[in-house]
């Protein structure tokens, strides 16, 4: 809605790619086209910043991040290399898509903006978290609901214990003193260890600190002492756990926010919206766990596929493939917490395998 209906009721050209994955030919087409506002994630506004000359975005006023949380080094790329400030805004299919979103005038680092026009919410209080809870969302951009095919054609209409037309966004939020919105998660991306609620999130952005300019995922698996435990994989060789219990004790954080096990993966799966894949990222880790941190033989994940464009250029696409994963012996790490997985794509199944 935002990319296409919002410029053509609004009177605006819109030009749309069949893939955002192109991170040399995006760049060059907003710079031949002269566009004017672009919509993306983190992932992709990364990735044309890896690759765009400096005057490609020179034209672009507005640059509008969703899907996932802008990263503070992603926005402070854009301004050093382009001069261009990154909006971050917040919404979800349901709601048309936008709830909240930052403007030039009113924006906050790290907020995702206030809510548009006649929006109305509350936040339902979570055990284990102090401070924000979970978000309900009402206002005339909310669906009318779901059409359910195998009822005759029958709505299936937003709810909550406050009535109807009250939208269930599955998310973690809170709001400051200024009416900005703040998003801590999904409601299932938190883990709960020994009764404590854990931000996977935060450990991720605790990753991030301890080892900028790599790419780093927390997933939760089941514990039998502690309920849940933390499983961080990143694409930093050289990450060990160690490392990530010296970041916690200085920013002062709860144990509870240290990983069981860090692994090592030569690239983190992403989906068509650039969101991280959780789901796979969640299996590799239990791939890890099953096999009982030895040798892993195949895991079904998104890897790279490198093809040629018109330009000779070598572009990124994704495809889901059968690929072989091994972990490193273990005399080659420096802490037994610690577990490295090393892909190797193009590794032949041996008749044992199959």
């Known amino acids: 809605n935002a990319g296409f209906l919002m410029p053509?009721?609004?009177?605006?050209?819109?030009?749309?790619?069949?893939?955002?994955?192109?991170?040399?030919?995006?760049?060059?087409?907003?710079?031949?086209?002269?566009?004017?506002?672009?919509?993306?994630?983190?992932?992709?506004?990364?990735a044309y910043a890896r690759h765009a000359h400096p005057y490609d975005f020179h034209t672009l006023r507005y640059a509008v991040a969703g899907a996932e949380?802008?990263?503070?080094?992603?926005?402070?790329?854009?301004?050093?290399?382009?001069?261009?400030?990154?909006?971050?805004?917040?919404g979800v299919t349901e709601t048309s898509p936008v709830?909240?979103?930052n403007t030039p005038m009113e924006n906050k680092p790290g907020a995702v903006g206030r809510p548009v026009s006649k929006m109305m919410y509350y936040l339902e209080p979570v055990e284990g978290i102090e401070e924000g809870g979970r978000?309900?969302?009402?206002?005339?951009?909310?669906?009318?609901?779901?059409?359910?095919?195998d009822t005759d054609g029958e709505i299936q209409a937003p709810a909550s214990d406050r009535g109807p037309g009250w939208y269930d966004t599955g998310d973690i939020a809170r709001v400051d003193d200024d009416g900005y919105f703040y998003i801590l998660g999904r409601a299932k991306r938190f883990a709960k260890i020994g009764g404590e609620m854990v931000s996977l999130?935060?450990?991720?952005?605790?990753?991030?600190?301890?080892?900028?300019?790599?790419?780093?995922?927390?997933?939760?698996?089941?514990?039998?002492?502690?309920?849940?435990?933390?499983?961080?994989?990143?694409?930093n060789k050289d990450a060990l756990r160690k490392h990530f219990q010296v970041q916690i004790k200085k920013d002062k954080h709860s144990e509870f926010y240290l990983p069981r096990k860090v692994l090592l993966a030569e690239e983190l799966p992403v989906l068509g919206t650039g969101k991280t894949d959780y789901l796979t990222l969640t299996q590799m880790a239990q791939k890890a766990e099953?096999?009982?941190?030895?040798?892993?033989?195949?895991?079904?994940?998104?890897?790279?596929?490198?093809?040629?464009?018109?330009?000779?250029?070598?572009?990124?696409?994704?495809?889901?493939?059968?690929?072989d994963t091994t972990l490193l012996p273990p005399e080659t790490l420096e802490d037994d917490d610690d577990v490295t997985i090393r892909r190797e794509p193009g590794h032949k199944k041996s008749n044992d395998e199959q």
Not at 201 to 224: C, K, Q, R
Request: hydrophobic share 40%; net charge negative; aromatic share 12%.
């Open 201 to 235: 999130i935060a450990v991720e952005e605790l990753a991030i600190e301890t080892w900028p300019g790599f790419n780093h995922a927390a997933v939760s698996l089941p514990d039998d002492r502690k309920g849940e435990k933390i499983i961080l994989i990143t694409d």
């Open 8 to 46: 053509l009721f609004g009177g605006s050209k819109v030009f749309l790619y069949p893939t955002p994955l192109h991170y040399r030919t995006i760049p060059e087409l907003i710079y031949e086209l002269e566009a004017t506002i672009l919509f993306g994630s983190n992932t992709f506004f990364r």
């Open 290 to 323: 099953d096999e009982g941190n030895s040798w892993i033989k195949k895991l079904t994940t998104f890897v790279k596929k490198v093809g040629k464009q018109d330009k000779g250029e070598q572009e990124e696409e994704k495809a889901l493939t059968d690929t």
């Open 135 to 149: 978000l309900f969302v009402k206002g005339p951009n909310v669906m009318l609901g779901y059409l359910l095919a």
């Open 99 to 101: 709830i909240c979103v």
């Open 69 to 90: 949380k802008l990263r503070d080094e992603t926005q402070q790329t854009w301004m050093e290399k382009f001069g261009i400030r990154i909006y971050q805004g917040y």
